[in-house]
């Protein structure tokens, strides 16, 4: 009993401390099929099987540092990337959609 009761006492703090990615099957952010939460580490997530744009829902306010940087991954390793500007703004790319957080100053 105590380890689900401590399970769910940190399952607010491992979804609400991340960035909410949602994905979507269509290039334009329409046909959603699921959602991810990218951590502060910088390490890019992904989507389902078929994901093929998305867009940044919310994310952790990194209120000590400049703001969070939200990556538009090109690639699993994140090595090419577009910033998002802003929460809602749709991105695809042609070999598949990853994305990552990160708090500091660009």
């Given at each position: 009993?105590?380890?689900?009761?401590?399970?769910?006492?940190?399952?607010?703090?491992a979804?609400?401390?991340?960035?909410?990615?949602?994905?979507?099957?269509?290039?334009n952010?329409?046909n959603y099929i699921?959602?991810?939460?990218?951590?502060?580490?910088?390490?890019?997530v992904?989507?389902?099987?078929?994901?093929?744009?998305?867009?940044f829902?919310?994310?952790?306010?990194?209120?000590?540092?400049?703001?969070?940087?939200?990556?538009?991954?090109?690639?699993?390793?994140?090595?090419?990337?577009?910033?998002?500007?802003?929460?809602?703004?749709?991105?695809s790319f042609?070999?598949?959609?990853?994305?990552?957080?990160?708090?500091?100053?660009?």
């Amino acid at each position: 009993m105590q380890y689900s009761t401590l399970a769910f006492a940190l399952f607010p703090v491992a979804v609400f401390g991340s960035a909410q990615i949602n994905f979507y099957s269509d290039n334009n952010c329409q046909n959603y099929i699921g959602t991810s939460y990218a951590s502060l580490s910088g390490v890019a997530v992904g989507g389902p099987a078929g994901s093929k744009s998305m867009l940044f829902v919310n994310a952790d306010s990194c209120s000590d540092t400049c703001g969070p940087n939200l990556y538009f991954c090109k690639n699993q390793a994140c090595s090419a990337y577009d910033l998002a500007s802003r929460f809602g703004q749709c991105k695809s790319f042609t070999n598949g959609v990853w994305a990552a957080e990160d708090c500091g100053c660009l």
